[in-house]
Each structure stands twice: as structure tokens, then as C-alpha cells.
């Protein structure tokens, strides 16, 4: 079964920058996607962005240009760091995933099946 542990985020000011690490184990698919959504009080969770197991990474519009997602050597970690952060940047963050490749749908919430806990990010004016 897999497991998604989140860690990282916290607090900064507008401008700032902030990362999280999501570490995966019983992950032993061939092909597999590992993804960060967050969703804001009253909001509905939203696909950040996405890595497959060959390394394919695809991002929201809101955050192209100052998020970014990889992963380490065994594929068994993943991060994103998140520069020029804005107001509109504060949620809890997720990481999820899934088998499959790299498409259209990967920012999509229904096609994960499983999700970690969630770790906060807030930024202030």
C-alpha cells in the first residue's frame, strides 16, 4: 500500500520563498505519478503540479515560472519548490498519487488514489 508523508512549508512574506518534500514508500508501480494540490479555506483542492516516472512534470497556470517539482534518484521523493510567492499561494498543500503517464487529466483530483496529510503553507502581504 502506498504511503505519502509531506514535510516542509511553514511561513514567509510575499516575495519569499518556501519548499516541501513529499516521501513515498510501497510505491511499486512501473509507470506512476506523483502530483502536489492544495486547497485554500472554503476552496476546492487544485492541482499544483505533476512528475511521472520518466520525469515529465507539467503545472498549473497560477504557478508556472515560480514552482517547481522533481524528484530524487530512486523516485521515492519528491519536492517543490515554490519561489515569488503570493497571498494567493496559501493552503494546504497534498501530495498524491497514482499509476499511470503524464496527460491532460493529472491536475485533475478524482484520478488520485492515494493522499498524504497535508502540510501548510501561509504567506503574508
Known amino acids: 500500500q502506498v504511503q505519502l508523508v509531506e514535510s516542509g512549508g511553514g511561513s514567509t512574506q510575499s516575495g519569499g520563498s518556501l519548499s ?5 514508500s510501497g510505491v511499486t508501480y512501473r509507470y506512476y505519478l506523483l502530483a502536489w494540490f492544495r486547497q485554500a479555506p472554503g476552496k476546492v483542492r487544485e492541482g499544483v503540479a505533476a512528475i511521472d516516472s520518466r520525469g515529465i512534470t507539467t503545472y498549473a497556470d497560477s504557478v508556472k515560472g515560480r514552482f517547481t517539482i522533481s524528484q ?9 519548490q515554490m519561489n515569488g510567492l503570493v497571498t494567493e499561494d496559501t493552503a494546504m498543500y497534498y501530495c498524491a498519487a497514482r499509476q499511470g503517464h503524464m496527460s491532460t487529466s493529472v491536475l485533475t483530483r478524482a484520478w488520485y488514489n492515494y493522499w498524504g496529510q497535508g502540510a501548510q503553507v501561509n504567506v503574508s502581504q
Do not use: H, P
Not at 516541501?20 to 513515498?24: I, S
Not at 530524487?72 to 517543490?80: M, Y
Open 20 to 24: 516541501l518534500t513529499c516521501v513515498a
Open 72 to 80: 530524487d534518484n530512486a523516485k521515492t521523493t519528491i519536492n517543490l
